[in-house]
T-cell receptor, first 112, second 115 residues
Framework: DAKTTQPPSMDCAEGRAANLPCNHS???????VYWYRQIHSQGPQYIIH???NNETNEMASLIITEDRKSSTLILPHATLRDTAVYYC?????????????FGQGTRLTINP | DAGVIQSPRHEVTEMGQEVTLRCKPI?????LFWYRQTMMRGLELLIY????????DSGMPEDRFSAKMPNASFSTLKIQPSEPRDSAVYFC?????????????FGPGTRLLVL
């Protein structure tokens, strides 16, 4: 099962780009990388996902390395409301069922 | 779209009492997930349903926990009898399967405190 490794915490200044790294060296060729975030006291929120190519949406950009062993989530202009725990997840198959397994994530703090 | 709806939002009960948590998934979604989140263990998947059928309940802690999905619009997670260690935030999530991706949409959660 593919496992992800993220730094436990990061800080970023408001208005700057926040770059959150994730290692997933055991990822399989057909597994997607997902990013969710959880703002305090709320349910996790989907941000973006990708397979091989870089992806961008209204919330963030996802850069996946060519060997797919790591990725970076980019919040281009971080605001105070982006303070949250960010989870990098690789879909796993456990007992024949596809699941998203949440790790400990990165606690991102945006400072004014 | 109202999103995933969970009720109650907060529940305080005494040890030994029965607790029922409710979830209404997003209309049209055909998979539903129940998660539990604690400081010690993080976010754990308890059970998930596909087309109202339980697919994997390996995360259900013990027989005191049970989950049902009588129709596509409603699911319950029941704890009987409840214990203090069941205190946690319980999230419900739904997803539209049949596509390759696994995007899940979470509800606001139910904060359960068992005294």
């Amino acid at each position: 099962d593919a496992k992800t490794t993220q730094p436990p915490s990061m800080d970023c200044a408001e208005g700057r780009a926040a770059n959150l790294p994730c290692n997933h060296s055991t990822i399989s060729g057909n597994e997607y990388v997902y990013w969710y975030r959880q703002i305090h006291s709320q349910g996790p929120q989907y941000i973006i996902h990708g397979l091989k190519n870089n992806e961008t949406n209204e919330m963030a950009s996802l850069i996946i390395t060519e060997d797919r062993k790591s990725s970076t989530l980019i919040l281009p202009h971080a605001t105070l409301r982006d303070t949250a725990v960010y989870y990098c997840i690789v879909r796993v198959i456990i007992q024949g069922a596809q699941k998203l397994v949440f790790g400990q994530g990165t606690r991102l703090t945006i400072n004014p | 779209d109202a999103g995933v709806i969970q009720s109650p939002r907060h529940e305080v009960t005494e040890m030994g009492q029965e607790v029922t948590l409710r979830c209404k998934p997003i209309s049209g979604h055909n998979s539903l997930f129940w998660y539990r989140q604690t400081m010690m263990r993080g976010l754990e998947l308890l059970i998930y349903f596909n087309n109202n059928v339980p697919i994997d309940d390996s995360g259900m802690p013990e027989d005191r926990f049970s989950a049902k999905m009588p129709n596509a619009s409603f699911s319950t997670l029941k704890i009987q009898p409840s214990e203090p260690r069941d205190s946690a935030v319980y999230f419900c999530a739904s997803r539209l399967t049949g596509i390759r991706t696994e995007t899940q949409y979470f509800g606001p959660g139910t904060r359960l405190l068992v005294l």
